[in-house]
């Protein structure tokens, strides 16, 4: 009599939570950076924020995705089995002061701050962020297009593939490559 074998895929989950310590299916970690766990069984993570203002809260996630409190973790597919998973604060409050923090680095890096021009229309400022050569060569309209459905752009710090992952609404994170030469933009390769 044979044994059988049922292989399970693994999914290599990176967690980010600022400010928050994290239990993954009970047990306290000190990084969730980089979490493999087999793509087919749920993993509970249990946020516990180190700020009074927020509540703990679980969220079940499985194949990359969450099953519950769906509101509260943005999950994105990098590929390659890699998933990007941010985990927001939960607060008591009915309305967002304006002190709560969110994923997002305090200082926004140059890629965030062309996507926060472009979002807000303000393609003047945008363009003053490129380089000569790439503001000569881009419209308005395709800066539109191709942030189209962006909600951020986060260094990828996840995969020896550099560059910055672009956040998406369609549940993806495509990996680009932004060049920046001199503080400014100077190409963007997808």
Known sequence: MHAAYIYSMESVLH???????LLLNGS??????SVRYPADEPLFVTVLP????????TAEILGGKAVSNQNLALCCDMGNNHYYIEL???SAYVYAQSRFRTAAPS???VPAQLLDFVKSGNYAAARSMM??????SITDEALADFFEGVLAIRENV???A???LLIKDDGTAPLCDIEIRNGLIENIVV
């Open 50 to 57: 180190l700020d009074a203002t927020y509540l703990p809260y």
């Open 107 to 109: 200082i926004a890096t």
């Open 15 to 21: 967690f980010v939570c600022v400010d928050s310590v």
């Open 131 to 136: 380089t000569g050569e790439l503001n000569e």
């Open 158 to 160: 996840y995969t020896p």
């Open 88 to 90: 927001k604060p939960r």
């Open 28 to 33: 306290f970690v000190q990084s969730a950076s």
């Open 162 to 164: 550099r560059g910055y």
